[in-house]
């Protein structure tokens, strides 16, 4: 199992954040999941074969028999001489899944990574999951395959806390770097195709997994009191206390690919009016507002929470 981030007690002071609201499930499942990613190897192609002499059959009488000769000896006059062949072809080196995670960032893509230790019948069956599924989003994620045991991927190993992990393990990662699912021993391709989520999402769930605090800010041109609900966020966020540990994430409730994260929250995707929720990681809901919020109300609302008195 993956360890379970926490915000710096004395930088955030909401260090054992009780469960003020509800716990968020879904970012639960991400904090503790693994994924995977299958990387195409190259594979190196034999040298050109050389030409192939073709034998023709004896000419039957003199005039053919010199007509082929002749024939024969243009064809040797005018044929290039061999080349020379290229030294051997060295194999392609993989790519590391840092590298590849790098790679996918860039792009703008989320990443399949597969961890795996053994190379036994679960491991392969998930490779083969892993690959169908890349192929059917070849266009939004790329995929890496990475053994934990390889010297080479210990970075990657250590970025996401897998070396403990049980075996093999699928994780899904957004462009942002936030890991949107994880998926131990087995995996379908519809759980790697469902684990994509919306940008907001994605950034808030990167905030939670970094230790950071999260203002959710959800509005839009057609919501009421969106500058008011901003004040108190920017105003919290502005404190030397939280400043370097707070999150400020706006999220669109109309945005269809975010509604799965607003439904975990209790948030009306057709909400009239500017809603705000304080998140704590792991991704404990400390606060909800509707409408205007304040700096003083927001600190409350976290004092409370790391007091384990409950959050407003």
């Known amino acids: 199992m993956l360890p379970v981030p926490r915000i710096d007690r004395n930088a955030a002071r909401s260090a054992s954040v009780s469960t003020a609201s509800a716990v968020l499930l879904a970012l639960l499942l991400t904090l503790f999941g693994c994924g995977q990613q299958q990387a ?6 034999d040298a050109a074969a050389g030409p192939v002499a073709q034998v023709q059959s004896a000419p039957t009488d003199s005039l053919t028999q010199q007509a082929g000769l002749d024939q024969a000896v243009s064809a040797t006059t005018l044929s290039e001489p061999a080349k020379p062949q290229s030294p051997e072809a060295k194999p392609a080196q993989k790519v ?26 679960s491991t392969r069956a998930m490779k083969k999951v892993v690959a169908g599924a890349a192929g059917k989003l070849a266009g939004k994620a790329n995929s890496v395959t990475v053994n934990v045991a390889d010297a080479a991927e210990k970075d990657i190993v250590a970025k996401f806390g897998v070396d403990r992990a049980p075996m093999p393990l699928a994780l899904v990662v957004a462009p942002s770097g936030a890991i949107t699912g994880g998926f131990p021993s ?16 994605a950034t808030c769930l990167k905030a939670l997994q970094d230790n950071k605090l999260v203002l959710l800010c959800v509005q839009n041109a057609s919501t009421k009191s969106n500058d008011a609900a901003l004040k108190g966020a920017h105003e919290f966020k502005a404190d030397a206390r939280y400043e370097k540990v707070t999150e400020i994430v706006t999220v669109d409730p109309s945005d269809a690919t975010e509604s799965t994260f607003l439904g975990q929250l209790k948030i009306d ?20 507002y509707t409408g205007a919020t304040d700096k003083n109300t927001l600190v409350a609302a976290l004092t409370a929470a790391t007091s384990g008195s409950g959050g407003g």
């Open 186 to 201: 087995k995996v379908t391709e519809e759980q790697l195709s469902g684990a994509f989520v919306g940008p907001g999402t």
């Open 40 to 45: 195409a190897k190259a594979e190196v192609k």
């Open 269 to 288: 995707p057709k909400t009239s009016q500017a809603v705000t929720a304080l998140i704590a990681p792991p991704g404990s809901v400390v606060a909800k």
């Open 96 to 121: 590391t899944g840092i590298a590849a995670l790098d790679r996918a960032a860039a792009a703008k893509k989320y990443l399949l990574i597969l961890f795996y230790r053994n190379d036994d019948d």
